[in-house]
């Protein structure tokens, strides 16, 4: 079992930056990989990036390549999400997610996600 949960969201205007915190408890924390997801209202949840057990390795939505960083700190059981140059489009609900599998190295699909936190909510005004 993986419990998540997601801190860090808010409101910020256009261009502005925020950081999103996942503390992760309960498997290793350095056993699986970690994806972030977002959900827009009336839209589905989509992928916005993933990072390996290891941290070694990053992959993005193109929506978000060049503006998102996602790192990962094994000691403090943490993934995070840095957002920079963020638009109004970006308002969602953000979640963080639990790969314990890893059968697909970049998994971008809800479905090869085991775990999942709450959310935290973005806004973005312009």
């Known amino acids: 079992q993986v419990q998540l949960a997601e801190s860090g969201g808010g409101l910020v205007q256009a261009g502005g930056s925020l950081r999103l915190s996942c503390a992760a408890s309960g498997r290793t924390f350095s056993s699986y990989a970690m994806g972030w997801f977002r959900q827009a209202p009336g839209k589905e949840r989509e992928f916005v990036g993933r990072?390996?057990?290891?941290?070694?390795?990053?992959y993005y939505a193109d929506s978000v390549k060049g503006r998102f960083t996602i790192s990962r700190d094994n000691a403090k059981n943490t993934v995070y999400l840095q957002m920079n140059s963020l638009k109004p489009e970006d308002t969602a609900l953000y979640y963080c997610?639990?790969?314990?599998?890893?059968?697909?190295?970049?998994?971008?699909?809800?479905?090869?996600?085991?775990?999942w936190g709450q959310g935290t909510q973005v806004t973005v005004s312009s």
């Open positions: 997610a639990a790969d314990v599998d890893g059968a697909v190295i970049n998994a971008r699909r809800r479905e090869e996600y085991n775990y």
């Open positions: 990072i390996t057990r290891s941290g070694s390795n990053t």
